[in-house]
C-alpha cells in the first residue's frame, strides 16, 4: 500500500511538471504568433496583400523621406548663397540654377 501512494505521489509530480511544461511552451507560442504566421501561411491572398501594402507604405515614406531632407538641403544651400561666402557662394548659385532649370524642363 506504501508503494502505491509513493507512485502516485511520484505520477502527480510528473504530471504536474508536465503541465507546467505544457503552459510554458503554450506561452511561448503565443508570443512567437504562430498561429497567426500559420493562419498567414494557409491563406497565400492575405501574405500578398499583407506584402504588397507594407512594399507601398515602405516606398511612399522613403519618397516623402527624401523630399523633406532634399527641401530641407536646399533652402539651407539657398541660405548659405544669401550669406555672400565668395567661393561657396557662387557653387551653390550655380548648383540652384541647375537645379532649377531641370525642374522647369520637366514641369
Known amino acids: 500500500m ?9 505520477q502527480a509530480r510528473q504530471s504536474e511538471g508536465l503541465a507546467y511544461q505544457v ?3 503554450v ?4 508570443r512567437a ?3 497567426e504566421y500559420v493562419e498567414i501561411m494557409q491563406r497565400p491572398l492575405l501574405l500578398a ?3 504588397f501594402l507594407g512594399g507601398l507604405f515602405r516606398g511612399m515614406g522613403f519618397a516623402l ?3 523633406l531632407l532634399s527641401a530641407l538641403a536646399l533652402y539651407i544651400l ?3 548663397v544669401d550669406l555672400g561666402i565668395p567661393i ?12 532649377e532649370n531641370v525642374q522647369r524642363a520637366r514641369g
Open 49 to 51: 496583400r499583407r506584402s
Open 2 to 10: 506504501a508503494e502505491n501512494s509513493e507512485k502516485a505521489t511520484v
Open 65 to 67: 523621406g527624401f523630399l
Open 88 to 99: 561657396l557662394g557662387d557653387f551653390i548659385a550655380e548648383l540652384l540654377v541647375y537645379v
Open 23 to 25: 503552459n510554458r511552451l
Open 78 to 80: 539657398n541660405l548659405l
Open 27 to 30: 506561452l511561448l507560442l503565443e
Open 33 to 35: 504568433r504562430l498561429a
